[in-house]
């Protein structure tokens, strides 16, 4: 891909200008110096119009083909349901947009292969939005865990939960559109997460989902048992049926461990928690504060300069794509 000029703003549009769209991702875009919004598609031609109105989009589209198919757009963010990334992306990607994605990348791991193959054959980019990756939380765990001052990492967790009945996405119980319950939708924040702080991939996957899947509803709550390659013991729960939201995450070793709550949001304040003992006494605690800024922001920066260097992401593809065999493999375990 060829890289062009530095002083360009990257020209976004947003496929799935739902309420998620409409409070983070056109805020984050209009927030970054190197990027700009020009285009949104709505299935209604009438909510796309008002919308576009209401908030000074020079363009809109009722399909997803014309939205790809616009002079006026460089890049497209795909924030359609789960069902839609694979074949919005294909479209993207066939009239040479690069694409940025949410999460989960697919519905399985053989549709975002091929969204890997698509975006690669006509040479734009494609990154999957795991925005986490540039929380200062998640990268401060990261360099104290490799700094070896925890000792050797043996077991790693974090949980994700919260009350999905009060979500907007109506289609966020339907497996045939959402691909999975809170295993989709939130413990790949966690899953990723894990993975990011120790730079390790899953060789085993164990799953119990509650109830056990069924063939048109998703699960409500799951719980994810994994061994990294290094070795590395993972537990990752995530429900719709909580009373309220809460995040954590934690990592144990040899010689101590961190963790924080609230390890997901934007734009707050987060407690990065460290723990360390000597010969089996407890030791000192420490705490550090750490503020986290708009991911979104961040990741949509990073991204158009990617495609402005004509760089790739940090994001790679093919391990968002081993997130996606995880997902899978939790799934078909649980059957």
Same mark, same amino acid.
């Given at each position: 891909?060829?890289?062009?000029?530095?002083?360009?703003? %990257?020209?976004?549009?947003?496929?799935?200008?739902?309420?998620?769209?409409?409070?983070?991702?056109?805020?984050?875009?209009?927030?970054?110096?190197?990027?700009?919004?020009?285009?949104?598609?709505?299935?209604?031609?009438?909510?796309?119009?008002?919308?576009?109105?209401?908030?000074? %989009?020079?363009?809109?589209?009722?399909?997803?083909?014309?939205? =790809?198919?616009?002079?006026?757009?460089?890049?497209?963010?795909?924030?359609?349901?789960?069902?839609?990334?694979?074949?919005?992306?294909?479209?993207?990607?066939?009239?040479?947009?690069?694409?940025?994605?949410?999460?989960? &990348?697919? &519905?399985?791991?053989?549709?975002?292969?091929?969204?890997?193959?698509?975006?690669?054959?006509?040479?734009?980019?494609?990154?999957?939005?795991? &925005?986490?990756?540039?929380?200062?939380?998640?990268?401060?765990?990261?360099?104290?865990?490799?700094?070896?001052?925890?000792?050797?990492?043996?077991?790693?967790?974090?949980?994700?939960?919260?009350?999905?009945?009060?979500?907007?996405?109506?289609?966020?119980?339907?497996?045939?559109?959402?691909?999975?319950?809170?295993?989709?939708?939130?413990? =790949?924040?966690?899953?990723?997460?894990?993975?990011?702080?120790?730079?390790?991939?899953?060789?085993?996957?164990?799953? %119990?989902?509650?109830?056990?899947?069924?063939?048109?509803?998703?699960?409500?709550?799951?719980?994810?048992?994994?061994?990294?390659?290094?070795?590395?013991?993972?537990?990752?729960?995530?429900?719709?049926?909580?009373?309220?939201?809460?995040?954590?995450?934690?990592?144990?070793?040899?010689?101590?461990?961190?963790?924080?709550?609230?390890?997901?949001?934007?734009?707050?304040?987060? =407690?990065?928690?460290?723990?360390?003992? =000597?010969?089996?006494?407890?030791?000192?605690?420490?705490?550090?504060?750490?503020? %986290?800024?708009?991911?979104?922001?961040?990741?949509?920066?990073?991204?158009?300069?990617?495609?402005?260097?004509?760089?790739?992401?940090?994001?790679?593809?093919?391990?968002?794509?081993?997130?996606?065999?995880?997902?899978?493999?939790?799934?078909?375990?649980?059957?």
């Amino acid at each position: 891909m060829n890289s062009i000029a530095a002083d360009k703003k %990257i020209r976004y549009g947003i496929i799935g200008f739902g309420a998620f769209a409409e409070r983070a991702i056109m805020p984050a875009i209009r927030k970054t110096a190197n990027s700009e919004l020009l285009a949104i598609q709505k299935r209604s031609p009438d909510m796309a119009k008002r919308k576009a109105e209401e908030y000074g %989009i020079p363009y809109h589209y009722e399909s997803v083909e014309e939205l =790809v198919s616009s002079p006026h757009v460089d890049a497209v963010f795909i924030v359609s349901a789960n069902s839609r990334h694979h074949p919005d992306t294909l479209a993207a990607a066939s009239q040479k947009k690069h694409v940025l994605v949410e999460k989960p &990348m697919a &519905m399985n791991f053989h549709e975002g292969r091929e969204m890997i193959d698509a975006c690669r054959r006509h040479n734009v980019l494609l990154m999957v939005g795991h &925005m986490l990756r540039f929380s200062p939380l998640l990268q401060r765990m990261k360099e104290i865990i490799s700094s070896g001052e925890l000792g050797t990492i043996t077991f790693a967790r974090s949980e994700f939960i919260y009350d999905a009945g009060i979500s907007q996405r109506g289609w966020l119980w339907d497996k045939s559109i959402a691909g999975g319950g809170p295993l989709f939708d939130i413990a =790949v924040h966690c899953l990723d997460a894990i993975r990011f702080v120790l730079e390790d991939t899953v060789s085993e996957v164990q799953s %119990i989902l509650r109830p056990s899947e069924s063939l048109s509803l998703v699960e409500k709550s799951s719980h994810l048992s994994l061994r990294t390659t290094r070795g590395v013991m993972c537990s990752i729960y995530s429900s719709f049926e909580a009373p309220y939201r809460r995040t954590f995450i934690e990592f144990i070793g040899t010689k101590g461990t961190i963790s924080a709550y609230d390890f997901t949001p934007s734009n707050i304040s987060v =407690v990065l928690e460290k723990q360390t003992g =000597v010969s089996g006494l407890i030791g000192k605690k420490e705490q550090e504060r750490i503020i %986290i800024p708009d991911l979104y922001e961040r990741e949509i920066a990073h991204f158009s300069e990617c495609i402005i260097n004509g760089t790739e992401p940090v994001i790679d593809s093919f391990s968002a794509l081993h997130n996606q065999e995880i997902l899978d493999r939790a799934l078909q375990n649980s059957r």
